[in-house]
């Protein structure tokens, strides 16, 4: 990964800094727009990833709906939600959010992660896991503000969307977006997908959708992953899209400060042994507490 | 449970092989004290590993990363197996006495080694029993939080929510742990003849009078009672 590595800016469990000298001209960061508003769950994305990145998942059952697997697997990187919904008016809405990594800008598996290069981050902003140093301890799950990784029963690594991370290394867009019919799925720079998106939003609020909205949440520092929504108000209205994400708490403090401060608790502790010993010195039993001993035990001899 | 060892030696007796030295912990003891011991070290190890990135090369006494995270829990229950039966060899003994409190108190006296001024002490001190109950907590807080994280087999049935809680007391519990650890091996050094007590087994007269007197009485008084009088 040689030439990789110096696009990479963050990598997991490494205090120091990555190599960063190069500062790519206009346009590093990059970013998919899902627009959910022109999107017909046709799947085609789900099996360009499929055939794209050689995933094979089990055949499962039909539940009587669309959605198909039910959910996100090590085989299955990207799926079509499909959520029915009643709007206040008495329509019925079919709202449908293809899922996946959203590539964070301030990402809860990578600060979870303990295994050094386990998960990058790239100067483009795509949120990778490197399988190879990955040690499939799964704290990436309990780090994601998403729900996204999934651990493989077969090898024990996580896996999710690389975002097409060795397409896009070479100038192609991800598998997704060259598969999708309706133009849904575009992939560009973040500013010019902001743009886009802007332009998007502003058709359908002319169109009745008064809170169209883009969902680039700022909890997480914003994603590379975004979705045009109908309902940006209620994001939850789409198969429970977080309408506040964020690196939980409990993670901030596992990950955060207990590092640093676990490991100066342990070593005080230590020291404050060691400076005990050389200042106060041993308690040792010497032979006038072996006389003294003696003379108990013969006073008890005495007296029965 | 002394009377389940093989052999002569007895547990709270006068050892008569070897001039009069008190047996303090049988070979079944140490045995059992020596496995919890090795089990903390590894699980210690293999857990600072996984805990800050500075240690991730501990990993490698491991055999790797995927090793560290395959042995780590495995290593853990044998500690928590091993503890729970030398708990029961000397959790009796680690009960609270008002004389325990009074010890606590002092100490100043204590960590200055003015034991004089010190309450008589039973088979342990107040400090040896906050040991017992730190380690009984942090174990019990390991074993359910390291239940919950641990991925291969359990983490899918629980909300993650639970999951994270459960990262965060895994590693404070293992903190604490550690820490008390560390003053359980410190006051070991500290006091001279302890290491020998839990290696070979034996105190001396004087250190048992010196450090546990009151113990030292009853088994003084248990061995003149059973002694034929020679006069």
Known sequence: MALQSLDIVRRSATTTRSPDIREPSGGRQVAKLIDTTKCIGCKACQVACMEWNDLRDEIGTNIGQYQNPHDLSANSWTLMRFAEVESPKGDLEWLIRKDGCMHCEDPGCLKACPAPGAIVQYANGIVDFHEENCIGCGYCIAGCPFDIPRISKKDHKVYKCTLCSDRVAVGLEPACIKACPTGALVFGTKDDMKQHAAGRIEDLKSR??????????????????????????????????????HISPAVRLWKGVSKPLGLAIMGLTALAGFFHYIRVGPDETDASDEAAARELAKSLEKTP | MSDLELGPERRDTVSPEHHGMIVRYTAGDRTNHWIVAMAFVLAALSGLALFHPALFGLSGLFGGGPWTRILHPFIGLVMLLAFVLLALRVGSENRMQPRDWRWLRQYRDVV?????????????????????????????????????IWRAYFSLYFPVAVVRLAAVVHAVSALVLICTIIVHIYAAIWVKGSIEAMTRGRVTPGWAWKHHRVWFREIMTRAASSRPRSD
Not at chain 1, 210 to 236: I, K, R
Not at chain 2, 112 to 141: D, H, I, S
């Open chain 1, 208 to 245: 009745g959708f008064e809170h169209a909205g883009l969902y680039d949440p700022a909890g997480v520092g914003g994603t590379h992953v975004m979705y045009v929504l109908h309902h940006a108000d209620q994001p939850q209205l789409y198969s429970d899209l977080p309408a506040d994400p």
């Open chain 2, 112 to 148: 200055n080694n003015r034991e004089e001024r010190l309450p008589e002490v039973g088979r342990y001190n107040a400090g040896q029993k906050l040991v017992f109950y730190a380690v009984v907590l942090c174990l019990a807080g390991l074993l359910l939080s390291g239940l919950v």
